[in-house]
């Protein structure tokens, strides 16, 4: 069984540009979340999609956004890039919501100048 | 909201024993996570306690005191491949199932 792929692994950016990172689940999962690290902060949740719905939100402002498909894949959104977002953006998924292992893909190594 | 704390780092010999503790306050507590993460990769699942003891998984244990808001990973026989960011993290009840995670305990193993 392949494992959660993201891409891309790595992205550049400047100030003020707009990102979209994408995350493919472990086939048959129907949750996926999304994660922020940075060295200062840890692993800060962002949001959880399960069937095409956002259940849960962590506490990030309305720059951050995301999407799930039907298919399960997913993608986050970055509007207005502030330097402060460079960060590891990591997706995890799961067979569903309640379940007591999240799959972490690689992550998308994000760096805004 | 929740408080996770566990030391920021520890070294520890090849073929030694080290246990890294995380302790955590929380109201509604639904289980702990521990994940192991080596640098510039994505964590991995090591263990999930939701009752109190200690649950053994080859060379890891976790341990739950939910009554302390305490938890342990033991970890035996280190091999330098052990060296890591060792990450606890807390779910609670009440609708979300999205664990919060620790700032992680970085341990080093040295010959």
């Known amino acids: 069984k392949a494992g959660v792929t993201q891409t891309p692994r790595y992205l550049i950016k400047t100030r003020g540009q707009q990102v979209t990172l994408s995350c493919s689940p472990i086939s048959g999962h129907r949750s996926v979340s999304w994660y922020q690290q940075t060295p200062g902060q840890g692993l800060q949740f962002l949001f959880e999609?399960?069937?095409?719905?956002?259940?849960n939100k962590g506490n990030f402002p309305g720059r951050f956004s995301g999407r799930q498909f039907s298919n399960s894949r997913s993608e986050m959104n970055v509007s207005t890039l502030e330097l402060g977002d460079s960060a590891l953006y990591l997706c995890?998924?799961?067979?569903?919501?309640?379940?007591?292992?999240?799959?972490f893909g690689p992550g998308t190594r994000l760096t805004v100048t | 909201g929740q408080n996770i704390d566990q030391p920021t780092e520890m070294t520890a010999t090849e073929g030694a024993i080290v246990q890294i503790n995380c302790t955590y306050q929380t109201s509604g507590f639904n289980g702990l996570f521990w994940y192991q993460q080596h640098a510039g990769e994505a964590p991995t699942f090591l263990s999930y306690?939701?009752?109190?003891g200690l649950e053994e998984k080859g060379r890891f244990s976790s341990f739950l005191s939910r009554s302390k808001g305490y938890s342990y990973l033991l970890l035996k026989e280190l091999q330098m491949k052990d060296s890591a960011s060792y990450l606890c993290?807390?779910?609670?009840?009440?609708?979300?199932?999205?664990?919060?995670f620790g700032r992680g305990t970085s341990l080093i193993v040295h010959p």
């Open positions: 995890a998924s799961s067979t569903g919501q309640g379940a007591s292992e999240q799959y």
């Open positions: 999609y399960f069937s095409e719905t956002q259940r």
């Open positions: 993290a807390v779910r609670k009840t009440g609708g979300s199932y999205i664990p919060t």
């Open positions: 306690n939701v009752l109190d």
